[in-house]
T-cell receptor
Framework: AQTVTQSQPEMSVQEAETVTLSCTYDTSESDYYLFWYKQPPSRQMILVIRQEAYKQQNATENRFSVNFQKAAKSFSLKISDSQLGDAAMYFCAYRRGGATNKLIFGTGTLLAVQP | ETGVTQSPTHLIKTRGQQVTLRCSSQSGHNTVSWYQQALGQGPQFIFQYYREEENGRGNFPPRFSGLQFPNYSSELNVNALELDDSALYLC?????????????FGPGTRLTVL
């Protein structure tokens, strides 16, 4: 069975600084996708960034980038130039390829941004 | 374009009762997934509906059931409620069941079972 592990329950970063959130996963599949989702307090979960396993290049979306280490089954999220609006719970998620929407989530990392 | 909506926002039930939660998918989306998010945990996949058929289920007992309607909106029904069913229930929609299509989440329904 696939699993996703986030070992940092809470993280804190100063505004304008950079922070990295860690995620490891376990799977025997070769076709899969990895995601980082952001869940602000009392607000909807939104997709931050997505990585296809077959792509060697790390995904980037503006201030958000990932470090995808396929052999190590590691998928970390780097947030550059942190902003107050980045404060939220961040979930790492796995989804295998094929006709399924089933996401397997980690337990989340609560990110605080200090002004 | 209207996003994913869910109703009600909050709900309080007692143990043994039944509950129905509703989800309206985003315009153009034909796939809806339901997740249970217990306090302090990541969401857990309950099941997925594609074109009115259940086509994927997580480790939830049969008392968790669902429906998808011709307009692709969906219901989650939970019978014989237990205290552990207290959670945030999220639905997510996408334009197909293919893995590369992004899922859009609703705001959730907070269910409290007393």
């Amino acid at each position: 069975a696939q699993t996703v592990t986030q070992s940092q329950p809470e993280m804190s970063v100063q505004e304008a600084e950079t922070v990295t959130l860690s995620c490891t996963y376990d799977t025997s599949e070769s076709d899969y996708y990895l995601f980082w989702y952001k869940q602000p307090p009392s607000r909807q979960m939104i997709l931050v960034i997505r990585q296809e396993a077959y792509k060697q290049q790390n995904a980037t979306e503006n201030r958000f980038s990932v470090n995808f280490q396929k052999a190590a089954k590691s998928f970390s999220l780097k947030i550059s130039d942190s902003q107050l609006g980045d404060a939220a719970m961040y979930f790492c998620a796995y989804r295998r390829g094929g006709a399924t929407n089933k996401l397997i989530f980690g337990t989340g990392t609560l990110l605080a941004v200090q002004p | 374009e209207t996003g994913v909506t869910q109703s009600p926002t909050h709900l309080i039930k007692t143990r043994g009762q039944q509950v129905t939660l509703r989800c309206s998918s985003q315009s153009g989306h034909n796939t809806v997934s339901w997740y249970q998010q217990a306090l302090g945990q990541g969401p857990q996949f309950i099941f997925q509906y594609y074109r009115e058929e259940e086509n994927g289920r997580g480790n939830f007992p049969p008392r968790f059931s669902g429906l998808q309607f011709p307009n692709y909106s969906s219901e989650l029904n939970v019978n014989a409620l237990e205290l552990d069913d207290s959670a945030l229930y999220l639905c997510a929609s996408s334009s197909s069941g293919l893995a590369h299509n992004e899922q859009f989440f609703g705001p959730g329904t907070r269910l409290t079972v007393l």
